[in-house]
């Protein structure tokens, strides 16, 4: 004979055999994780103004004969903003280049000159005094060959300073000079800035940081 403990446990599973469970079909996706943009807009009270901005001078005296810029022009680097007159620079070249040729001919004469007197002072023909004499002459000389090479140098460099080109893309913001007008080095001819970059500045409470 089965226990009442037994027979029960017989028909609780009996039962639970004859039962019919429904379970619904679920779809699960999984999503890395990462970082992701979010379109988020606020509004506030903000300064801007130019990042950069700056003040071209002349570096070179002169008088204005162009300017090719106003108040307002967008220009792009490498154009001309303006013009000293290039007369008197270029007549400074003309002269720089006639020094330096007369101070070259004067210098390799007295190369020749001292080269044809060692060998009269090595054999005694000639005396020290006139041999330190022309030592000095051809010293002298050479000082004069090269401050002549550096003058005409700077003279072609100022003949290139009196056209002043825009260094960067730029927005004219003062324009300083005018027609006719001489200045002198370092004069200040536009106050300048660039559009490339912008300096913000705005107060943002701290809540939405």
């Not at 003309?94 to 001292?114: C, D, T």
């Not at 000082?143 to 004219?172: C, E, H, W």
């Amino acid at each position: 004979m089965l226990s009442k403990k037994v027979l029960t446990q017989a028909i609780l599973a009996g039962m639970f055999s004859l039962m019919t469970f429904s379970v619904c079909a679920l779809t699960v996706k999984v999503i890395p994780a990462g970082s992701k943009q979010v379109k988020w807009s606020v509004s506030y009270q903000s300064h801007v103004s130019p990042y950069l901005s700056a003040s071209i001078s002349y570096r070179v005296a002169g008088e204005v004969k162009n300017v090719f810029v106003h108040v307002g022009d967008r220009v792009n680097a490498g154009d001309k903003m303006a013009q000293l007159s290039l007369t008197t620079l270029k007549l400074k070249v003309l002269e720089a280049e006639a020094n330096l040729s007369q101070s070259q001919a004067k210098y390799k004469l007295e190369q020749k000159r001292y080269q044809s007197h060692i060998s009269l002072h090595a054999n005694n023909h000639l005396s020290d005094i006139d041999m330190m004499k022309i030592k000095n002459d051809l010293a002298s000389a050479k000082t004069s060959f090269i401050k002549n090479q550096v003058m005409l140098k700077v003279a072609k460099i100022n003949l290139g300073r009196a056209t002043l080109q825009a260094p960067y893309d730029l927005v004219v913001d003062k324009r300083l000079i005018d027609h006719g007008q001489t200045v002198s080095k370092n004069t200040k001819a536009f106050d300048v800035y660039a559009l490339d970059k912008l300096d913000v500045q705005a107060t943002v409470s701290g809540d939405a940081i």
